[in-house]
């Protein structure tokens, strides 16, 4: 059984930086894609950014491309979002999802949920 836990939630003021971690169990995460999600209150999941199996493939959402940094470590089967220059817009709960094959931007291939971290940017 996956099991997928977000940190590094919390309040932050416009321009700060925030990073998130998420840390997964259950099978070899080496393996499979990982990416970040959000959702704000009356809002569409949002793709935010992906991460291929082994680092080397990267995308993100037009919303945070030159902002946000996704990377994993492997060895501690993690995966981070650095957020920087954070805008009151990035408002939404976070979430942290493993995909099915090693590399996709596909929404529907990102089966393995965490319950998600609220990060809130005030103006």
């Known amino acids: 059984q996956v099991q997928l836990v977000e940190s590094g939630g919390g309040l932050v003021q416009a321009g700060g930086s925030l990073r998130l971690s998420c840390a997964a169990s259950?099978?070899?995460?080496?393996?499979?894609?990982m990416g970040w999600f959000r959702q704000a209150p009356g809002k569409e999941r949002e793709f935010v950014a992906a991460?291929?199996?082994?680092?080397?493939?990267?995308y993100y959402a037009d919303s945070v491309k030159g902002r946000f940094t996704i990377s994993r470590d492997n060895a501690k089967n993690t995966v981070y979002l650095q957020m920087k220059s954070l805008k009151p817009e990035d408002t939404a709960v976070y979430y942290c999802?493993?995909?099915?094959?090693?590399?996709?931007?596909?929404?529907?291939?990102?089966?393995?949920w965490g319950q998600g971290t609220q990060v809130t940017v005030s103006s």
């Open positions: 999802s493993q995909a099915t094959t090693g590399w996709s931007t596909v929404l529907n291939e990102y089966v393995y």
């Open positions: 259950g099978r070899t995460f080496s393996t499979y894609a």
């Open positions: 991460v291929s199996w082994g680092g080397g493939r990267t």
